[in-house]
């Protein structure tokens, strides 16, 4: 046995951010209360920015890693970086100190004397810190891994910081704990599965990387009963993840009672990851079982979409409407997969670099509507907002405008790709249903578009604060590139095109 | 006609984009010097434009355009439209007029305007407007050309309706917009036809195309017609015209600069442009040369019955662009003259606007023509330059209308057969009413007894004011002559517009005889006018007992009163059905579903029940349903 | 034969036989209540003292069992290095101290945190 070569220069950025979060715990540990913000964002940022430099450096390369256990290749490439975009943007939102939005011990007891203490003290944990960077990283290795044991031991890295983060809210705490561990319990029913199906693929395939896989599909001519039981109980954890239904019930409970720069980083980071893994998977590793799990994800597809659209039409709290957009988004990413072509490869990066950049946007401006209370999640206040502050109100526009898919914003350019991918392999049913669905969700923006314009403003405390530098430069790099993709996406579609290949 | 490439282009445009983009975010700040960079960036662009002058004249003839390649737009597969700017010999002529009398209505307003708080917003949608002018000439495609024309459509929305305080204002500003709106979809038709057929949508790429005969004369007629229905949009011709009058709502200057000079002759530059589809396309030749000459007549009557100076302007701008358009319509041997008598009127008409306003603003922003009188002792300079623009613009030799409209009269005539007599008759008919409404203008405004209200002190301009209105008459003076001697200005634009170097067909009558004719026509008008308006005094309302024809001719030849009942009363009785259907029917229909799709929504709600448990069931069921599925469509 | 038979067979052999013994020791085994026999494990020794709560165990209880697992694996992560680290060389010692590191920035936190602290 020979010892294993790592290719340390080409896994840099994840080791990078790894390395940070690991630093990020001995600050915690070690450092005076006092220092430990500056110190930890400092170490955050200066991380993710450097792992975006190695991540550039490397951009070339398409080659396995690790023994094969990963595959550093153009779609990794292109996936990781919008990993860290988003991250760095989430950190942004993070790290903003004016709105109190992390409790400072999670475990307490709402209500209880150590709680109420903390609070008044305005202490402000920075734990959430080396927790979004774990996060970060285990984003990064999840659509770069080319091995099933690799994937699952990324998913648990990436969900596990995510399910603590989610119990951080300051305010509202009970929906805050209530979301933590809903997101927990489900998530580890969902693992279980996953591991589950893993099991059955190695069983049939011989094998748990994914080149060991694809080879073994086509030996066998893939209609081993085993390797199809895998597939399902894999692609239920995958889509899991993604909230796609029937699996989707935790999003809008956990989305609603994160800390709201956590949703936003949440909602970006894990679709990139999640939908990075899903096509990789797909398209690298079982591809040749296509005729089986296309009308799978074909149906999956129709009704996450339906029921995203629908529900949302119901909801009275705007991080709800968010959490239902948010799955009927997973629902037009899924007809990126079905089309399984180059185009859909493109197509689904191209959206999922799009989407993050105007869903991160969109909750940092909830993050600004606020009352004595916290944040203003209902709806029916946020009537006559663009009477009260028309440049805020203006930005939310242009995001639900970018999330309905409206021309001449970054949203369009990625529906019209996907649709057209879509349609041009074939699968019109699906395409169909994506414009009638398309149709229904701009129905939900517009409404809150009118409601903020077209009624009075009611005087009930509810007002738009103006945190720090760091959520203005949030809001104003998502809207500048959801308006600048849709007005000339090409250069960002090029450049896509030209990385996005898998490693052979 | 090889093209050579400059890197210069672009700053024509860019330098007046981001003034007006650096004015409207600046601020108030900039309040103080917002019209000194306004209007420096308008003289930076026509700077600019005399340099690319310059070089084009030292290139030979046939190969004097250049294009500069910015960026590719949109590419999408077989479908590639890049953003090129195409400078030749029609787009100078175009360029030199906006930028040039573009900067010296830029300086007036600095005058114009100075009492206004929003004055740098106001130069802010000059220079917009500018920017977007410039766009539309420069565009080497009917797409880039598209958006310049939208810029330009939304700088004047934006300039008409300047003063939108008061709701007739933002109301004419309307008016203008939704006429417009009917002409681009005109454009936008011809983009699709041209795309459709040609699969090009550059000027270039489409007169190959019709060169290589890719398109039946059905779709070139097709695309004529949808290419003059936006011309007949933005110029305000027949049947569009109703708005150009309600538009002189905006600021005299903007009257001056977009609603005489320039935007409103982006028709005739479209046709122009277009010469390749007409010259193939004679059915959509005819009905160019038709609503040239109906609107020539129109304007011309309509300016018969104004007292608003601005309007009764307006009018003669409409009956002008009608003279410009009639002569595209008359195939390569009228293009150049069009051109020619663009350039002139921009000149001349610009400065009589200007003149007006040097008279408003003398007169307490009085409108009213029964109200001046006698203004030319106590207005001296504004007399003069008004009076030079009057002589050019009824054309007495040798001022520039002189030269043009001779020509176009001329070329009306030698269109052949009965079409030329009728057309050569119009042109003569539009040029004695043209002496006659002008010369009543001149007359009530300059001469005759001073008829001001008690509280009107007028007093001459001041010279940021007066200088720009004495070039523009030198102007109006010199350019006609310059223009036509030695056709030097037809042969400049003979390997744009004119490529196959078609030869004078038959003339009908000779030059001279023509010329005597409209000086004839001219001194018609002229001595009615005199009989009518210098012996009596004006009465200071206007006379209520005349013909019903003098009725029909204030309310504008009745063309809002068309509009009304034609569109806007079957429009409304057609809305109030589709309001009754869409309320009973449709909504009916829409409404149960959405009813439908309500409940369906908070029926799927109660499946979100907040128990972990209910969620994981349903993970459960949604496994098997998986596991159940792949194994029935695989095996 | 399929492979999977013997399984099954011997699934079915033990089901049969939990069945049968339940079965028969409520059939044949004599039937005499009193106070121990009620009592958990059947043991005679009372279950001293009572959790608190209701029986619940104090959640100390699960932190120091959750870092008693952690460390627990890590230890049974060092075996099978342990049995090939001659073949692995250099590589495999330096992986194992970045390994052992890790774990040991996880074990500062918690010392530092509080959580190694019963009260």
């Not at chain 1, 089309?339 to 105007?358: E, H, R």
């Not at chain 1, 809150?448 to 945190?467: K, L, N, R, W």
């Not at chain 2, 001719?553 to 009163?561: E, K, M, V």
């Amino acid at each position: 046995m020979n010892a294993p070569n790592i290719e340390y220069g080409i896994l840099g950025p994840i080791l990078i951010v790894l390395a940070a979060a690991l630093i990020g715990v001995l600050i915690e540990a070690f450092v005076s209360r006092r220092y430990r913000y500056i110190l930890q964002t400092g170490t955050a940022f200066a991380a993710v920015a450097l792992a975006f430099l190695q991540l550039v450096l490397i951009r070339q390369t398409s080659s396995k890693a690790a023994v094969s256990s990963m595959s550093i290749d153009g779609v990794t490439i292109v996936l990781q970086g919008s990993v860290l975009i988003f991250g760095f943007l989430g950190l942004l939102l993070i790290a903003e100190r004016g709105f109190q939005s992390f409790t400072a011990q999670a475990a307490a007891i709402p209500g209880s004397n150590e709680e109420q203490k903390a609070l008044v003290s305005g202490l402000q944990q920075t734990e959430v810190f080396p927790l979004t960077l774990f996060a970060i990283s285990g984003a990064m290795l999840f659509p770069a891994a080319n091995d099933l044991l690799t994937l699952f031991v990324s998913l648990e890295v990436l969900s596990l910081p995510l399910y603590l983060m989610a119990g951080l809210s300051q305010r509202r705490r009970l929906l805050s704990q209530e979301a933590a561990l809903k997101y927990f319990l489900l998530g580890a029913f969902s693992s279980a599965f996953f591991l589950f199906g893993s099991a059955f693929i190695y069983g049939q395939a011989g094998s748990t990387t994914f080149d060991g896989i694809r080879k073994s599909i086509v030996e066998s001519g893939g209609s081993d009963q085993f390797l199809l039981v895998g597939l399902a109980l894999l692609t239920v954890g995958l889509l899991f993840k993604v909230s796609a239904a029937p699996f989707h019930a935790w999003t809008p409970d956990v989305y609603q009672g994160s800390p709201t720069p956590v949703t936003a980083f949440m909602a970006a980071v894990t679709k990139v990851a999640a939908f990075g893994a899903a096509i990789r998977i797909y398209y690298f590793a079982v591809g040749g079982l296509v005729w089986s799990w296309r009308p799978i994800l074909i149906a999956i597809s129709i009704v996450t979409m339906a029921i995203g659209t629908v529900i949302a039409i119901a909801q009275k709290d705007i991080k709800r409407v968010l959490a239902y957009s948010a799955i009927a988004h997973s629902g037009f990413l899924l007809t990126g997969i079905i089309a399984l072509s180059k185009d859909g490869l493109n197509a689904t990066l191209i959206y999922l670099f799009t989407y993050g950049f105007t869903t991160i946007g969109t909750f940092a401006i909830v993050t600004l509507v606020r009352d004595s209370g916290g944040e203003v999640s209902d709806l029916n206040r946020w009537a006559g907002l663009g009477k009260r502050s028309p440049l805020v109100a203006g930005t939310f526009t242009l995001f639900l405008l970018g999330l309905a898919g409206i021309p001449l914003t970054s949203g369009f350019v990625g529906k019209f790709a996907i649709f057209t991918a879509a349609y041009k392999s074939g699968n019109i049913s699906v395409v169909v249903a994506g414009v009638l669905a398309s149709a229904i969700a701009a129905f939900f923006y517009i409404r809150i578009i009118v409601m903020m314009y077209f009624s009075d403003p009611v005087e009930d405390g509810t007002s738009v604060v103006i945190p720090s530098a760091m959520t203005v430069a949030t809001i104003a790099i998502c809207a500048v590139a959801t308006l600048v993709m849709g007005i000339y996406p090409q250069p960002v579609i090029s450049a896509i095109n030209s990385l996005a290949f898998f490693a052979g | 006609m090889s093209l050579g490439t400059s890197d210069t282009l672009v700053y024509l445009i860019a330098i007046p984009l981001f003034s007006s983009a650096f004015l409207l975010l600046g601020g108030r700040a900039l309040d103080r010097v917002g019209h000194l960079i306004g209007t420096a960036a308008s003289a930076s662009s026509f700077v600019v434009a005399l340099i690319e002058l310059n070089k084009m004249l030292g290139r030979d003839a046939e190969s004097r355009g250049v294009t500069q390649h910015l960026f590719t737009w949109i590419n999408v597969g077989s479908f590639q439209i890049d953003a090129t700017l195409l400078l030749d010999q029609l787009s100078i002529c175009f360029v030199l007029l906006i930028t040039g009398v573009g900067t010296l209505i830029h300086i007036y307003s600095i005058s114009y305007m100075a009492h206004d708080i929003d004055r740098r917003r106001f130069f802010a949608f000059l220079n917009l407007f500018i920017a977007a002018m410039l766009l539309l000439v420069l565009g080497n495609s009917y797409l880039n050309l598209y958006v310049g024309w939208e810029g330009v459509g939304l700088a004047s929305y934006l300039l008409i309706g300047f003063w939108n305080q008061k709701p007739t204002y933002a109301t004419a500003a309307k008016k203008a917009f939704v006429a417009n709106r009917v002409g681009d979809v005109g454009l936008s038709l011809a983009v699709m036809i041209a795309f459709v057929q040609f699969g090009a949508v550059t000027f270039d790429g489409v007169a190959k195309g019709i060169e290589a005969g890719s398109a039946s004369s059905t779709a070139l007629n097709a695309m004529g017609a949808a290419i003059l229905l936006a011309a007949v949009g933005k110029s305000a011709q027949f049947p569009l015209q109703a708005w150009l009058g309600d538009a002189m709502a905006g600021p005299t200057p903007v009257s001056a600069l977009i609603h005489a000079a320039t935007m409103v002759t982006a028709g005739v530059y479209l046709i122009s442009r277009s010469n390749f589809v007409f010259d193939n396309a004679p059915t959509a030749q005819l009905l160019v040369v038709i609503v040239g000459a109906v609107t020539l007549l129109f304007g011309a009557v309509i300016g018969m019955a104004k007292d608003d100076i601005k309007k009764a302007l307006a009018a003669s701008t409409m009956s002008q662009i009608g003279y410009m358009i009639l002569a595209t319509g008359l195939g390569p041997a009228g293009y150049a003259f069009a051109m020619m008598h663009l350039l002139t009127h921009g000149f001349f008409k610009a400065g009589m606007f200007l003149g007006a306003g040097s008279v408003m603003h003398g007169m307490n922003d009085e409108v009213d023509m029964r109200k001046y009188g006698a203004l030319r002792k106590v207005m001296p300079i504004t007399f003069a330059t008004f009076g030079l623009g009057y002589l050019a613009i009824i054309g007495i030799p040798p001022f520039a209308g002189f030269y043009s409209k001779d020509k176009i009269i001329e070329t009306a005539f030698n269109a052949g057969g009965s079409k030329g007599i009728i057309l050569g008759c119009v042109t003569l008919l539009g040029a004695a009413i043209t002496a006659f409404y002008m010369t009543r203008v001149m007359l009530m405004t300059f001469f005759g007894t001073k008829r001001w209200d008690s509280a009107a002190h007028p007093h001459e301009s001041p010279w940021l004011m007066t200088v720009p209105m004495i070039l523009l008459s030198i102007g109006s003076i010199t350019t006609g002559f310059i223009f036509s001697n030695g056709d030097r200005l037809k042969n400049f634009l003979a390997p744009v517009v004119d490529k196959h170097h078609h030869e004078h067909e038959t003339e009908l009558l000779a030059p001279i005889v023509v010329t005597g004719l409209a000086m004839f026509a001219v001194a018609i008008g002229i001595s009615i006018a005199l009989a009518k308006y210098s012996r009596k005094t004006i009465p200071a309302s206007a006379p209520t007992d005349v013909t019903v024809w003098t009725k029909i001719a204030r309310r504008d030849l009745l063309q809002d009163d068309f509009n009304e009942t034609v569109f806007m009363r079957p429009g409304q009785s057609l809305t109030r059905v589709l309001a009754f259907l869409d309320k009973r029917v449709v909504d009916g229909a829409v409404s149960g579903v959405g009813a439908m799709t309500l409940r369906l929504a908070g029926d799927l709600r109660k499946t979100q029940t907040g128990y972990v448990r209910s969620y994981a069931l349903l993970i459960l069921l949604g496994t098997v349903a998986i596991l159940a599925a792949i194994l029935v469509v695989t095996v | 034969m399929n492979p999977y038979l013997p399984i099954i067979a011997i699934g079915a052999v033990g089901f049969g036989f939990a069945a049968f013994s339940v079965v028969a020791a409520a059939i044949s085994g004599p039937r005499r209540y009193n106070r121990s026999k009620i009592d958990a494990y059947e043991c005679g020794i009372e279950p001293t003292p009572q959790a608190a709560g209701g029986g619940r165990f104090p959640v100390k209880y699960f932190l120091t069992a959750m870092l008693f697992i952690i460390f627990d694996i890590e230890i049974v992560f060092l075996y099978p290095w342990a049995v090939s680290f001659d073949q692995l060389g250099l590589f495999g010692i330096v992986e194992m101290f970045i390994f052992i590191a890790t774990v040991f920035i996880a074990y500062g936190y918690v010392w530092r945190r509080g959580g190694l602290e019963w009260d």
